[in-house]
């Protein structure tokens, strides 16, 4: 059998993890709020319209934080839209999605509903075909105690306390061609660093988020960046970053390497950040916002422009597999692997679009593979991460060249000193064990595997078989002398924990 | 006697006429619409305002498209004063013409209007003032068929269909520094781009048309139809010409060859077009919208910053002569001649402001000399256009240098076989003989003669003289052996026709 | 049989033919000018050392312009190294293509040669490691009657009167990162416009050629030009296009048709050129000169940097098909067709280096299959080019869509009465018979029919089977009514004479 290794030792810390790393994103886009999280007249649904047994499922999940309310949606959006008595909330043409928006869950809504979740929210506003005056607004009707026109307005409709929303995004991937009111780097570099400076001075505290590129093959990647972080590196605290993953044709070997590619990315990012701040003297740093990444079948996606109008249409209702929660499960660890520069990532989306759980109307909800890895990384990865310098066998693929069979992380809680490895074994038909030297930590017991595999690797939960694909308890590690040995199953995601004696 | 000789041969075709090309404009400028087209209490108004006398003259010209609503009135208006109960819309200032606008006429209203005159609306959006987010409502008010706010909005309003306006300006003349809003090439360009693509989000079938040059002499002419192009190119339809021709002192023999300069205005614009189709590896191409184009006393006119604020003001009312008949006849040729690359052109404008069309308020409406030609050509400029590769005499003028004495072109309607030649003799004396080879047609008999043409070259019509200058049937033409021989009087346009037998 | 049509009528004429549209191209460059056109011990060889072979099938082609010295050889030349005594003449190293310039033959003995041939020299200036300065020396050199250094040298060197050539390039293929001191747009256009300015105060009766885009395909197509020609419109007469075409893989149907992308690039050439004449409120025109052209199996070429250092090395000695010889004569066609604009067109080269003459060191000179439309378009095309308007079946390739099958173009001899046609069938299959309608000039009478086509679309010249490929005359073309009818063999070149009786 292959072997990799990796070594523990707490001396070589990479960062403590940000909880938001683990962020989930809400966009009014197709059924991810209406019959997703807000279904009136379910069986489950609670006063406000919203699902419980969806409820549920997200309180598993913990998200800390939800972005909202989009995604393309916001760069058309009008807030002022979805606030006050709903039966006066116009229905509107949603040009993102050719939808009709009938406005039913607004801010308030959301931002209560998200709470009750346990979740911030992460607003975005709309620099689409809106500016200054809108973003300032909405900062004063949700962040302002009251005695103005907006907080006063938010009091009047029923939420006498400020919603407190500390995280902004300044619009929506306004570098790409099919953005409403898409800019260029310059324009949009202005239109962000002057926005940015309107909402400080309504609430000082809050966070900003900068877009960055909507994927990393933009054509501006990366001058994009640097232009947009020239002009306003001191008014913003975040960069965005957003990357979709999926199998081209039969190239699995490639797909399994998505995390290599999230490597480059992040690192690319990190780069041009710090490029801008020398460039520019800085003493602070600007670090990443990951707020949109998933695996997505974008090539089996009609375009937005081939539909027809509807309400809260199927979009982009991706059903996963075995393989794309080992994807799921690798782009983890590949987040965590930059814990000391992105503290915040968003899985997009959280319901029906390409999402961890699944809902029907009047029917079920159930969670998708992707929700498996997903919740056990964000449940255990808190902690500080630790540099593992994995070694062991590498595969040839086409999209990356050269890539390791086994990529992994470690995450240290030094209050309880449980240390939890994510690993992944990217060998489609071969187990690998893996080597975990524990030395500096005698005092750690032999710990539990959990593994996310199956002999079907294209197997999927379904509404019928809501549980088809679920983690599995191995018994296959071993003790000798300090190190540990775990087999790992041929394309598998696996978490393994050794706690404190 | 000199003589001028052209061939007809349906084997050298340029292109079929697009009926677009002999469309009109109504702006909301003097009167124009108020007084002009609309006038409640007139005796010939129907029930919605409108000047029955008016119509009628309306009708007799047929213009396929009507251009809405201005001009350099759009750059600032708020298309949602002109809708809703008329009496609660605001009496606003037309900063463009120091007027004030009633709003008594809004897109319901005209649009109804024109498709009662058998015409479509060509609608402009307000990109001076106003950005994506009015022009996108106004497409959906006017295009969207209902369910949502602005749809839902319109059908209130009382018009429960769709208006179907299947044509769209981006703004009006944005090169200009008159305009308000006035844009730089790169600023228009991105704006037009965005405000593009949002529109046709709601509306996928509409054509638009970006602005081009203000006039041919525009300090940024070429650059900025260049610009504007790289950056639209794949979103827009057309590029808009604009071009005024007015006699210059004592200088009637360059005034004459007004359509000379027509052709190269118009020969320089589609290069740029297709400049830019060749360095952007573009297979489509971008057509012309010559979408104002008349003769205008611009030297008689004080200028709109020395106007006095009022309602529906005096403005511009050029009253027109024999001559500028001729040449609004010759710049109808022009046009015609380029047939395959100008698919739609807008005679500015319709009623009182520089129109074929006169009226007085309470009092009776009348031709002017220019909507003769304007008509007849119209009327029987409909099928292929012709090479005809005319030779013959040729003058020299001091603005366009030697130009030939006889401009001509002739259309073929392929149906019933007629064939229509449109000449005018520049001469300002003498008569010249046209001799036309028609031996590749000889089924053609010989064929009727109209000119227009007068012993007082500044003869008008007028309220107490409708109809001093009219067209006169001619009976010289003469055929022998497959050439006919017209004699075209001194300074005159001519209509020949030429039947199958 | 499938039909194709066109009318001749000279009502309907393009322009007159300018006869430098059949010129040719010497490079140092392979063999081309050693052992090609200069051979000191040949058999053949003249006095000078020129061959007497190869100059008899020069005299058969008679180029009316010879470009030269060329090419991406000039970029590195220092003229001074060809003039002179030739045994003090220094042996240097051509960068352009890896040889040994043993520079025994120099601007004066080429243009002597050049003129004995009935050719003039087209001369090109080095604007890659060199500038202003050598370029008015050459100029002074080569034009300048005497009583100044360089004029004083070249009447020492043996030429009393001046050479007057009338001709010159500003550079080579600037554009091309493969270019010795290769030039930005912005970099060439001052470099040019400044050479221009001097060249011509040397000799105020020179044109001059600007160099264009290398080929279609260059990322800077389109704005090179428009870059260049703003820079430079009034110091020069023409702009330069490139374009080689050749068969890839399997795909002959779209080789053929490389005259529809012929077309499109002149045009789209055009288009930038009137684009600037707009945009600059310029009078005269810049036309055309296509100073490269030919089929060439670049796909089968190395590359310069895999080649050793050598003398006069074989180099792209590509030989010509029946196939290549149809696409040269349809090169020709789109050339002719494009006679208002295209005034200067060079087939590269003249000999062996992708050429229509071959010849072997010590052995035979011949004639290689595209020498047949080549000279006999440039004997026979001459006069007025004719709008034809070809109707008739088209087919679909995958490089240009769909294409007709006939292609054709027709030049009229005013003098004689002549009327040639030149028509290729790009079936390779079938005939197509052509019915040429001659209505208008009744006085022709029934035509010769020259055709290149073989049963073998391969088949080659070699110095064995040096007439392998000849052209045949056929006897089909039938008169009926006014309509002549001719049958083109499937995959054929064809030329159709019609004389004045």
Request: charged share 30%.
């Given at each position: 059998m292959q072997h990799a290794a990796l070594t523990i030792d707490p001396a070589f810390r990479i960062a403590e993890v940000d909880p938001r790393l683990f962020g989930s994103f809400v966009e009014h886009m197709g059924r991810c709020v209406y019959t997703g999280?807000?279904?009136?007249?379910?069986?489950?649904?609670?006063?406000?319209?919203?699902?419980?047994?969806?409820?549920?499922?997200?309180?598993?999940?913990?998200?800390p934080i939800l972005r909202y309310p989009g995604g393309n949606f916001v760069s058309g959006y009008n807030w002022e839209d979805g606030i006050g008595p709903r039966e006066s909330r116009p229905r509107t043409l949603d040009l993102a999605w050719r939808s009709y928006e009938t406005n039913q869950v607004g801010v308030d809504e959301f931002t209560k509903w998200a709470r009750r979740m346990g979740s911030e929210p992460m607003m975005a506003v709309n620099l689409g075909t809106r500016g200054i005056d809108a973003a300032r607004n909405l900062v004063e009707y949700a962040n302002h105690p009251g005695g103005s026109y907006w907080s006063d307005l938010r009091r009047r409709n029923g939420t006498s306390e400020p919603h407190g929303i500390a995280l902004w995004c300044l619009g929506n991937e306004m570098d790409g061609p099919w953005q409403l009111g898409h800019k260029t780097a310059a324009e949009y570099a202005r239109l962000a660093a002057e926005t940015a400076?309107?909402?400080r001075r309504v609430d000082p505290s809050i966070e900003l988020v900068a877009c960055g590129s909507s994927h990393q093959r933009m054509p501006t990647f990366g001058d994009w960046e640097a232009t947009v972080l020239r002009e306003t590196y001191d008014l913003v605290d975040y960069v965005s970053?957003?990357?979709?993953?999926?199998?081209?044709?039969?190239?699995?070997?490639?797909?399994?390497?998505s995390g290599v590619n999230m490597d480059r990315f992040i690192e690319s990012v990190i780069a041009t950040c710090d490029h801008v701040r020398g460039a520019g003297q800085h003493r602070k740093r600007v670090n990443l916002a990951f707020d949109e990444w998933n695996v997505w079948y974008l090539g089996k996606f009609a375009g937005e422009e081939n539909l027809d109008w509807s309400e809260r249409p199927r979009l982009i209702e991706d059903q996963y597999s075995v393989v794309d929660a080992v994807v799921v499960g690798s782009l983890l660890i590949s987040l965590l692997?930059?814990?000391?520069?992105?503290?915040?990532?968003?899985?997009?989306?959280?319901v029906n679009v390409i999402a961890p759980i699944r809902s029907e109307p009047d029917g079920p909800a159930w969670r998708q593979t992707t929700f498996h890895p997903y919740a056990l990384t964000s449940r255990h990865g808190r902690g500080s991460v630790l540099r593992v310098e994995p070694t062991g066998p590498t595969y040839e693929t086409s999209w990356m060249g050269e890539v390791p069979v086994v990529d992994a992380t470690?995450?240290?809680?030094?209050?309880?000193?449980?240390?939890?490895?994510?690993?992944?074994?990217?060998?489609?038909?071969e187990p690998v064990a893996l080597d975990i030297d524990l030395r500096s930590l005698p005092n750690l017991t032999t710990g539990e595997h959990t593994a996310l595999f199956d002999d079907d690797p294209d197997a999927t939960n379904t509404a019928a078989q809501p549980d088809r694909v679920t983690p599995t308890r191995l018994a296959d590690v071993k003790a000798t002398e300090g190190t540990i040995t775990a087999v790992l199953p041929?394309?598998?995601?696996?978490?393994?924990?050794?706690?404190?004696?």
């Open positions: 999280i807000f279904e009136p007249g379910h069986a489950t649904a609670d006063d406000e319209g919203f699902r419980g047994d969806v409820a549920e499922l997200v309180r598993e999940l913990a998200p400076r309107a909402m970053l957003h990357g979709y993953y999926e199998q081209r044709g039969d190239d699995r070997g490639s797909f399994l390497a692997r930059h814990a000391d520069r992105v503290k915040i990532a968003c899985l997009a989306q959280l470690a995450v240290h809680d030094e209050e309880t000193g449980t240390v939890t490895v994510f690993a992944v074994n990217r060998d489609q038909h041929a394309l598998s995601w696996n978490m393994l924990r050794f706690d404190s004696r």
